[in-house]
């Protein structure tokens, strides 16, 4: 099974503002996000960092994505975070629905 799961409030903490060095990592969710992993399941971390600092660009991921990959690449290392791909550019929503829809709790949030 593929596992779509966002990064910001679901495996680490949420940032006010854009700092993104100060999101600290939830172990218990990273872990239980690579035991799916460990499973053989597929992992795809999609974020909207960035997204805001582009409403309205039709180029908006793209340039989210070149503005914070590599910080995002290095943190989920640094956090331990096992996966085969990282997409930045989802959507900003106001919704948990996304986050509910696959059924897996992670400590209080399904993804």
Known sequence: ???VIDIDGTICSPITGRDYTKAE??????????????EGHEIVY???RGMGRFDGDPNASVKA???????TESQ???WGCKYQELILGCLLYTSDA???GLGVDLGGRRI
Do not use: C, G, H
């Open 98 to 100: 996304a986050d509910e």
């Open 65 to 71: 994505s070149a503005l914070l990959f590599d910080l």
């Open 1 to 3: 099974m593929r596992y």
């Open 25 to 38: 990592p939830w172990k218990d969710r990273i872990d239980r996000v690579n035991k799916l992993y460990d």
């Open 46 to 48: 999609f974020t909207a």
């Open 76 to 78: 989920l290392k640094l």
